[in-house]
């Protein structure tokens, strides 16, 4: 869709952690532009604040998923009402999503393989635990951090279930993915398939493509919104959007992991997305915003977003990039 002048403006209007994917994939900057854009993330606004509030240990308010101390620094949300978000591995993983360079980060990687071990059976960091979406984005940070994370990305295919994807819950008996955990894991996998690097070797990447590839069918069967069993939508939680995301599904942004799948194997938008794109189409406003719907209870550093009912620059860049994907190519 073409910008409106005042939204232009208004999205531009950011913190650099989001301008710097306005211009790229909303406007079509020069490369130059926009990497100078992004080379600010650590410099200033919301990358730099969260990388001053670090450990010395290289962890985030003393623990890996969970905090260990309540940190008087952090500003939103009671620490006894949701999940807390200030810990170490939802911190990485916003300062990856946002495209802070790691060389930021210094030997924060070392630290945490030193320091920092999981709540779950006290496990070393960069092995992972039995949650998948942890495993997920730790693999992704590792990646991004230059870990090593070998054995942590074999662990994917490992635990996949018969019909593709997988289920945070499988450490309970669960044989059945889950949407949510299936998202997650498909999302890890592509971060580490699109930056792994040399790191990455040909049979490493082989194999997590096609566990990724079976994963986004399973999405892609039950048209990102609809029930395996018996195909009715699942509406509910999937079609109200918050940002930051966290760890939970929502469409748009399953929809904006398959655009960047799509975009990375050289593939067309898939016909089964169509009932998504539509109800993502009809919560834009007329402005061409899309309004924060929900807030993932719990603790944070800071708030990145505005309240419940605002207009949001995030879900708006996010929305906006998914009708530009799919309204530009040719659907399969």
């Not at 999205?11 to 994939?25: G, K, M, N, S």
């Amino acid at each position: 869709m073409s910008l409106s002048q005042p939204l232009t403006d208004w999205l531009l209007d950011t913190d650099p952690a989001l301008r710097w994917q306005v211009e790229r994939d909303l406007l079509d900057e020069p490369e130059e532009v926009w990497r100078s854009t992004r080379a600010r993330v650590v410099r200033e606004g919301f990358g730099a604040r969260l990388l001053r509030l670090q450990d010395e240990d290289g962890q985030w308010a003393g623990g890996a998923f969970f905090p260990t101390r309540r940190d008087p620094r952090a500003e939103v949300g009671d620490v006894n009402v949701g999940q807390p978000w200030v810990a170490t591995t939802p911190t990485l993983s916003l300062l990856r999503q946002w495209g802070a360079d790691p060389q930021a980060l210094g030997d924060t990687a070392e630290k945490l393989r030193a320091n920092s071990r999981w709540e779950y059976d006290d496990l070393p960091y960069w092995h992972g635990e039995v949650d998948v979406c942890i495993n997920a984005e730790t693999l992704a940070t590792g990646t991004w951090l230059g870990a090593d994370v070998t054995g942590l990305a074999r662990w994917f295919p490992e635990h996949e279930a018969a019909e593709g994807g997988w289920n945070c819950e499988w450490v309970e008996g669960s044989a059945r993915a889950s949407i949510h955990s299936t998202l997650n894991g498909a999302v890890g996998l592509l971060y580490r398939e699109m930056h792994g690097g040399d790191a990455l070797s040909a049979q490493e990447r082989e194999l997590l493509t096609a566990s990724r590839h079976r994963a986004e069918e399973y999405l892609l069967t039950r048209h990102l919104l609809r029930r395996l069993s018996t195909a009715e939508p699942v509406i509910g939680e999937a079609c109200q959007f918050g940002y930051p995301f966290r760890w939970h599904y929502d469409i748009l942004r399953a929809l904006d992991h398959v655009r960047l799948a799509s975009e990375h194997d050289g593939r067309a938008p898939d016909p089964r997305l169509a009932e998504a794109v539509e109800i993502v189409r009809g919560l834009r406003q007329e402005d061409g915003s899309w309004l924060q719907q929900v807030r993932h209870e719990g603790q944070e550093w800071f708030a990145v977003d505005v309240p419940v009912g605002m207009p949001s620059p995030w879900l708006t860049l996010y929305g906006t990039r998914v009708l530009d994907w799919w309204d530009g190519r040719k659907v399969a």
